[in-house]
């Protein structure tokens, strides 16, 4: 079994920054990806950033320039630097790691409010 423990959200300015984290633990093999989602009120989950071990990042066009999301398969932690942050990216921001051979497992979610 596989969990994720995320830390760093809260409450923000407009234009302020934040960064969240996520350590995996447990029966882990080997690591393919690693990646920051987010639901926002009313809407589908979706896609913030992606790590792929090996393989480099992907971000949605929504944050391309403003978030940076690292990671480190030895340590099995993902981080994500949010900068310039909106109220439009307020939601609550999940971690998810899929492994190899196969699984795919959720942190239980971390708010982020960004709010003058």
């Known amino acids: 079994q596989v969990q994720l423990v995320e830390s760093g959200g809260g409450v923000v300015q407009p234009g302020g920054s934040l960064r969240l984290s996520c350590a995996a633990s447990?029966?882990?093999?080997?690591?393919?990806?690693m990646g920051w989602y987010r639901q926002a009120p009313g809407k589908q989950r979706e896609l913030v950033a992606r790590?792929?071990?090996?393989?480099?990042?992907n971000y949605a066009d929504s944050v391309k320039g403003r978030f940076t999301i690292s990671g480190d398969n030895a340590k099995k932690t993902v981080n994500l630097q949010m900068n310039s942050l909106t109220p439009e990216d307020t939601a609550v921001y999940y971690c998810?790691?899929?492994?190899?051979?196969?699984?795919?497992?959720w942190g239980q979610g971390t708010q982020v409010t960004v709010s003058s």
């Open positions: 998810n790691i899929e492994l190899i051979p196969g699984g795919i497992t």
């Open positions: 790590i792929i071990s090996g393989a480099g990042t």
């Open positions: 447990g029966n882990i093999f080997r690591i393919y990806a």
